[in-house]
């Protein structure tokens, strides 16, 4: 029997509307560090997204360091996986890589070459527990254009798992063993409350890819089964980092492994320390918004959106809510929660967009659209401008 953990979009450092949630990664950190007692998997995967930021504050990196030295400690055979997601810098990620080999942690931040070709060495990686093999962890991170361009000039991401599957399985041989991949990418079939997708755009079809024995994907925030195979999956995000996200629990799967057959696959939900809440149920003002605050638990720690009608959304009323209606709670406000009046004229403009064609659209106007579904409104002149200074940019 092998079993893995398999979870993503940590996210670490990450704030919400300028308040600091430290407390809860620090809770987060505690239950893992439980559940991995508890449930005894053999190895812990994180698909992509580690920190907020490729550049994250001292502190939150001395934090992830520590955890993961902390888990060598307490749980010496867990083998630990972690790749870098597009929120990730890979050379960043990669700095900590040779040093947390020592304590268990396979760490690929991006796609490595020798002599100008791609290392496979550090993307198929035999997994040995008592001087057996065990299992292939293929630990695939985000992939960007220049890395599918090395397999071929029209190349997909799928043709780049077929080349790694087709290595490792040379290297399973006629061993019963599992060949796991990790992956941080956007799937056809997969739902993405807190991903906005351009056009019905939807993404590489995960029905298609190479048979590995299980696929652990990160990227979009929910957990969840991508198209038919029940072995490629989502983690989603151990915490709630958005409005979008609250109507989601957070969890991370369990895999258990008969040979290479699956035995079984749980999600095993995660306690939120914080909620996200908004606030009235239904689009109040300012009279309905005061009862609802009213009503808060004064002990539990929120967040919270605001749902009030668009006439009252002003400063003003934002001031009163914080040191009128919110004193004595433990509520923050983060935000006004804006009524999507337009889902219906969304649907009947969406066009099918291939991932080819999404790739080669211009940035600018991905996000002048998103602008424009969201609000309704066209993006302001002004910012276009800032936008295209900012991705003109050299690097």
């Known amino acids: 029997m092998f079993k893995i953990f398999h979870t993503a979009d940590w996210h670490l450092g990450r704030r919400l509307a300028g308040y600091d949630r430290t407390a809860d990664f620090e809770a987060f950190f505690v239950y893992i560090e ?51 997601g597009n929120h990730d810098s890979p050379s960043f990620l990669n700095i900590h890589a040779d040093i947390l080999s020592y304590f268990s942690a396979i760490v690929v931040g991006g796609v490595e070459y020798n002599n100008g070709e791609i290392d496979y060495q550090k993307l198929i990686r035999p997994i040995i527990i008592e001087d057996e093999t065990v299992a292939i962890i293929c630990p695939v991170p985000y992939l960007r254009s220049g890395d599918i361009r ?39 079939g997969s739902s993405y409350p807190d991903t906005p997708i351009v056009g019905g755009m939807a993404g590489e079809d995960a029905d298609t890819f190479a048979p590995f024995d299980y696929i652990a994907l990160g990227h979009i925030h929910r957990s969840q089964q991508c198209g038919t195979r029940n072995n490629i999956r989502y983690s989603g995000s151990p915490l709630t980092y958005s409005f979008s996200e609250v109507r989601y629990s957070k969890s991370i799967t369990e895999v258990t492994f008969s040979g290479a057959e699956i035995s079984s696959i749980e999600k095993i939900e995660i306690p939120q320390t914080s909620e ?26 929120l967040y919270l959106a605001i749902n009030i009608k668009q006439e009252f959304r002003t400063p003003e009323t934002k001031s009163r809510i914080i040191n009128e209606f919110l004193v004595g709670k ?36 991905i996000i002048s659209e998103l602008y424009r579904i969201k609000t309704a409104r066209n993006l302001d002149s002004k910012y276009i401008q800032m936008l295209k200074e900012i991705i003109d940019q050299p690097e």
């Open 34 to 84: 439980k559940l991995i007692d508890e449930r005894n998997p053999n190895a812990l995967i994180i698909s992509g997204d580690i920190f907020d930021t490729g550049n994250p504050a001292n502190e939150v990196v001395r934090r992830y360091c520590a955890l993961l030295i902390n888990l060598h400690s307490k749980f010496p055979d867990l083998q630990m996986v972690i790749i870098g």
């Open 150 to 188: 090395r397999i071929g000039e029209n190349a997909s991401i799928k043709d780049f798992y077929s080349e790694v599957y087709a290595r490792a399985e040379a290297l399973r041989g006629n061993n019963n063993i599992p060949v796991i991949a990790t992956g941080h990418f956007t799937a056809a």
């Open 276 to 301: 996200l809440l908004i606030i009235p149920q239904n689009e109040g003002d300012i009279f309905e918004v005061q009862e609802a605050c009213r009503n808060l638990n004064p002990d539990q720690e």
């Open 330 to 365: 433990k509520a923050k406000f983060c935000s006004w929660h804006i009524s999507r009046p337009i889902i219906e004229a969304q649907t009947s403009e969406t066009q099918t967009v291939t991932a080819c064609e999404f790739k080669n659209a211009d940035p600018i106007d």
